[in-house]
């Protein structure tokens, strides 16, 4: 359903629309604005291991600060950012300030990495590689530790994407794929694009407990994942029973708001301290029991 959202708010905020135009036109104005205000933060959300339940990551999600505005989700304005191409200064903005915010703490010790969704927007653009290459450069954040998030539905050439992902695996940094299994012809993407990893989309979490049909595209994304020697993070995580049931048929990693949902850097470093993570969620958890 969000996708559908999606493609309704990008269609009337290009005026093709005659649903919500002077809604969508308003919203632009506001994000116009917001980009010169500089209104838009990064929080983080934790990505663990699945075997260890240590925090091995974060993923950086956009934060618009909007008191004024009701669309103020990723889901609403970013499909409007990314028809008005405001998303390559924004993007550039939440890569800069997520590599700044992460580099101290990233560089202690501990395999820990930083995710970065980009959009087809800024994935199509051939000095994307160069760009990344030189945030990294100018905040002194380690390029393998740098992970970069596409969405494979968006990509209609596939010769750039992969030229793309190559110059970026030549910094190296990874690309993985997200929201993997939404998109159409999905398998066939994955011969044609050299990515380290796959997001499993949210939707098949929660299905897979859900129904019989779901379960077995989840089992069958995992079991070609490991085949292709791709790591897999499962995204969506609500309770325990999806952690049981992703844990036992091999997902590598674990992210959702079972854990925690993205929080400011600082509350990011201090789950760092009390690590193993997951441990003390599933205490907070009892403990909090009636
Ligand atoms: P995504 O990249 O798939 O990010 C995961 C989304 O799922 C995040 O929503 C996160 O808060 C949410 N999530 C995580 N765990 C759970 C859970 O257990 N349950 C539920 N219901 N949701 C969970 P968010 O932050 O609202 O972002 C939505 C989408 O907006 C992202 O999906 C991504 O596609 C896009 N987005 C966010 N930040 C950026 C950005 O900096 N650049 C670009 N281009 N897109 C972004
Ligand atoms: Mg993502
Ligand atoms: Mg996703
Ligand atoms: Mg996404």
């Known amino acids: 359903p969000s996708r ?13 629309d005659a649903e919500e135009p002077a809604e969508a036109d308003d919203l632009l104005a506001c994000l116009r604005e917001a980009v010169v205000l500089n209104a838009f933060s990064v929080v983080f959300q934790p990505i663990l291991d699945a075997k260890s339940r240590d925090i091995i990551g974060a ?28 998303i390559k200064r924004v993007g550039a903005q939440v890569l800069e300030e997520a590599c700044r915010a992460m580099r101290d703490l990233l560089s202690r010790d501990g395999p820990v990495r930083l995710s970065v969704n980009i959009s087809p927007k800024q994935f199509i653009d051939p000095g994307l590689a160069d760009l990344v290459e030189s945030i990294l450069c100018d905040n002194a954040f380690a390029p393998d530790r740098l992970e970069i998030e596409i969405t494979e539905n968006a990509i ?31 398998l066939g993407h994955l011969k044609k694009l050299p990515v380290s990893g796959l997001k499993l989309d949210r939707s098949f979490v929660v299905g897979a407990l859900k129904n019989r049909h779901d379960r077995l595209i989840t089992e069958s994304i995992i079991r070609l994942a490991h085949d292709l020697k791709l790591e897999i993070v499962a995204e969506g995580i609500e309770d325990i029973a999806h952690e049981r049931w992703l844990c036992a048929r091999g997902v590598d990693r674990l992210q959702g708001f079972l854990y925690s949902e993205g929080v400011s850097a600082s509350a990011f470093a201090e789950m760092l301290s009390v690590q193993p993570f997951a441990r003390n969620v599933a205490r907070r958890q009892k403990s909090a029991a009636p």
């Open 156 to 186: 209609e050439d596939f010769t750039q994407a992969r030229a793309t992902i190559l110059a970026l695996k030549a910094l190296g940094v990874r690309v993985v794929i997200d929201d993997f299994g939404v998109g159409y012809s999905s």
């Open 59 to 86: 993923e950086a999600l956009l934060r618009w600060t909007s008191t004024t505005h009701k669309a103020n989700r990723p889901a609403d304005f970013v499909p409007v950012l990314e028809a008005s191409g405001l």
């Open 4 to 16: 559908r959202r999606h493609r309704a708010t990008t269609r009337s905020s290009a005026g093709a």
